[in-house]
């Protein structure tokens, strides 16, 4: 955020911007790292519309590939996620409902993010209703075993399993931590020429 970063993603917000969810990616790590890799795992949105929305302060839902500037992050920063607020309600709501336009009654909603805390829970629930889900392994995870988990399940290809937010049980006991991710050995083929003619 300061005018006189040095770093290649801090020159390029400064520039003509980076992607939000690269953005949010180098902020957050992990968790947001693993948010964006399982949506685009994941994700079968219709033809029309985006696989993956970030829920933005001011903007409503903005997709990952959305370019924002140091400016637009000041911005972003100086508006506060409460649903109590209009400036991140109202463009919230408007885009939720758009969505659900699109999707109509079979298309669901997945949160990938708490669902304990109502400032992302209660505008979504209001017009998604029964259609927004969550994968019930969030529950007892704090942020970083959440992003842990996303990632271990892209690279197993394995989707979680998604229950309503409507009525489910919003805390639950610490489940165990997760095992160390196993790695792939690194592989590197070597060829040798084509034999001498």
């Known amino acids: 955020m300061a005018d006189n970063g040095q770093t290649g993603l801090a020159c390029r917000l400064r520039a003509a911007g980076v992607p939000l969810g690269e953005l949010f990616s180098f902020v957050s790590s992990l968790y947001f790292r693993g948010k964006l890799s399982y949506a685009k795992a994941f994700a079968a949105p219709p033809p029309t519309v985006s696989g993956s929305f970030v829920i933005t302060s ?20 100086a508006n506060d ?3 109590g607020n209009p400036k991140y309600r109202d463009p919230l709501c408007r885009d939720c409902h758009a969505l659900s336009d699109i999707l109509k009654d079979t298309g669901e909603v997945v949160l990938l993010g708490s669902i304990a805390t109502a400032k992302y ?19 007892g995870r ?6 842990g988990l996303m990632l271990r399940c892209v690279d197993a290809h394995k989707e979680l399993e998604y229950v ?21 050995p690194v592989k590197v083929s ?6 001498a003619r």
């Open 58 to 77: 001011d903007a409503g839902l903005l997709p990952p590939d959305t370019l924002v500037t140091l400016d637009r992050v000041r911005q972003i920063a």
């Open 81 to 83: 996620i409460d649903p």
């Open 121 to 139: 829970v209660e505008p979504l629930l209001e017009i998604f209703r029964e259609r927004l889900l969550f994968p019930s392994d969030f529950v």
């Open 142 to 147: 704090g942020d970083m075993s959440r992003g």
């Open 164 to 184: 309503p937010v409507l009525n489910a049980t919003l805390h639950g006991a610490k489940p165990p931590k997760l095992l160390p991710a196993v790695r792939n």
């Open 190 to 195: 070597v060829l040798s020429p084509a034999p």
